[in-house]
């Protein structure tokens, strides 16, 4: 295994390294049914002007070495989120004096929101234990949070989410969501703006209760990466959408690792297919194929392709070209949908604890988001922290959405805790281009790693042509790693798939004496299942790092868009190990592990993931 000195300084690339740092799925495989409908088009563009940030500027026939923009952010300077309600006379809600089944506290703090938004300076609604008595419980469904208001919550009330109570399932995954709309035809005209939800003791959390009806419900996924029974109950206790200057903190989230993310941010997008090109089959067919006038056939093959949608014409190789027949890359060329923009901006996300996690999700996650601050973030089981938009199939909508809309810039991470999980903190760019992401200190407890660096890998490898591999420029990683484990009688680090590829040699001798068998004949299949499904397994601490953007310590690999490989520089960081086990023939256990270094659990090179 390749090994590094934390302290050692890494050889930059071509253009040079940085040396600082800081998804619920908006449409399944059954969204993805033709373009996106003329009076959609008509609020996309809308959209498209407002959120020029995350539109691509292309150098006019110049394709770079990477074939991707390599430039850092380049959008104003929006900052983190700020204060704007101000309200001296804040309306209380107390619990009800006597809780039941039968509780349900919904339409009585829709009421007391509404009420808050008209006013001059915003509103303040605070929730407080009922007055009478001993109860501390809220009975909640979906809340759609307006503008300018903040919910203020005791730490002593626990909102309990009212989960298969409801009949809708919007009501029943959601609490409080921002920006979101009615559905895919009625797109928001205008952000959400201006929302808090805090507790009125800045030292202490307030209790999101999403377990108590939302009980483990194992069934087949359908799309994504499922394979086998997985937790298809969803429980998202803040969702955000089209939304600007936001905030959230002093929250703790009981959950029972449903399948979703505590605290997500994502796209308000049109449910449509992520690009105006389909490429399902032996060459690529573009959706002026589609749309051919027919005299004799039916109407709606008679109608017009948009202009606006239409992609550039090809040369006889193949490639884009603009109207002076120069080439144009393909993350430029290939038209979008841009819906996909619709992300959250000027955040603030802090001292949030989710327990009981699932594994593939967790705490805290950007699908797509800008200037948005995370601070003080713990997870007992799976995720801290990740930023990743989509699953990365070869059908995901947010990627096929292309390397701009539905990005991450500007995002910064510090002070991440992980226990008995997957990692404390994610990013994998899939295929986005992010710009500006620091992350810095991170203690990982008894989980497989304590910082996940990926790239795309998608199935179709060169053939997708809408899904160019992203990158993550200007990456900063800096301060402290403390990489402990604690049991070693049992695995109980619950991971997915890819940290199978790292497994220690501590870890498959235990596993080839628990099952019986010789060290080179265990496989996945030998590993433990945890609650998360059966997708999803329990294995000891592999490395602090897992860097599977590059392929080794001294080789980063094809860092074209094709390839997806991007170098980081770890040098900033201290990285402290304890407790971790050796074999014989083993002196140390390595600090960072690469692409190079995954292996199948019965030893061999993973040749065919390394190359993916």
Known sequence: MNKINPTSQFKSSVFGLVTLMTIASCGSVADQKGPV?????????VADKELSLHVPKAPEGVQTRFGTDTRDYDGPEIGYFENKVFDDKPEVLFAEDSFSDATNDTNRLKSALKRASREKNGGVVILQ???????????????????NTRIEISPDVILEMRGIKEEKAANSRFLFSFGRSNGPR????ERVKNVEVRSTD???NFTIDARTNMPISYGKMVGGNGNGDVNLTRAISFAYFY????AVSNATILDNHTESVSVQMFSDCDYKDGVYAYRFGSKPVFLQDRYQTNPKGAANKNKPMNPANIPLPMNEKGEFIDSEGKVIPDMFAIKRNPTYARTPIKGSIKNIKAINAHTGYGAVQVYGGDWIEIDNIEAFNGIAVRVEAGNGTNRDNYNRAGPYYTSANKIKISNVKVTNGFTGVWLKPHAKIMKDISVENIEAIDSATALLVGKGTFACKTKCRDLTRGRINNLTIKGNISFRQTIYDEPVSEVGNVATFFLSEFNRAHLAKKVGKDINRISRNDLLKNKSGTRWYLMFPAAPIFALNQLSET?????????????VDYSQVKIVQEGLPLVEG?????????RQDMHTPDGKV???FINK
């Open 186 to 189: 009625n797109l928001l005209k």
């Open 555 to 567: 080789e980063i690999g094809d860092e074209t868009s094709r390839g997806g490989d991007f170098a």
């Open 37 to 45: 409908a003329a009076a959609t088009n008509k609020q996309a563009s």
């Open 202 to 204: 800045p030292t202490r």
């Open 586 to 594: 083993e002196t140390e256990r390595p600090n960072i592990l690469y």
């Open 129 to 147: 234990p009922a007055k009478n008595s001993a109860n501390v419980r809220f009975s909640l469904a979906h809340i759609q949070v307006p503008s």
């Open 606 to 608: 993973a040749t065919d």
């Open 243 to 246: 939304v600007q200057n936001f």
